[in-house]
């Protein structure tokens, strides 16, 4: 399996970097961003980190991973053939219907 690399096109690490309240949960997300490059992860199929699992309901690629499970902030990411598409960072009242949340942000998708 060949790594895939992460794209940033939508400024996702930029979103991240304002909405996220504290220090804290900016290193976090870094650490999260880090396993997702991890080909190990990738690999073995596991996430110990971000949890990173498919969002239900919604056709094709989309997973979203958590960025700390107590901060209930997630970010969504999309696999597509040759690299991973950082889409959103999703505070809790988003988050918790990540379905609706993505049919309205439909082009980040």
């Known amino acids: ?3 895939k690399p992460l ?5 996702t690490i930029a979103k991240a970097m304002k909405i996220l309240p504290h220090n804290e949960l900016k290193v976090e997300f870094l650490e999260v961003l880090s ?8 690999k073995n199929h596991s996430f110990p980190k971000s ?6 309901g919604i056709e ?28 959103d960072v999703l505070d809790k009242a988003e988050h918790d219907n ?6 309205a ?3 980040r998708y």
């Open 60 to 87: 094709g690629n989309i997973y979203r991973a958590d960025i700390k499970k107590q901060s209930c902030f997630r970010l969504h990411v999309k696999y597509c053939e040759k690299y991973i598409q950082l889409c």
């Open 98 to 103: 990540p379905t609706k949340s993505i049919k």
């Open 1 to 3: 399996m060949n790594p």
């Open 7 to 11: 794209k940033d096109e939508l400024a």
């Open 51 to 56: 949890n990173l699992r498919k969002v239900q």
């Open 105 to 107: 942000k439909k082009a």
């Open 35 to 42: 396993e997702l490059e991890d080909n190990d992860c990738h």
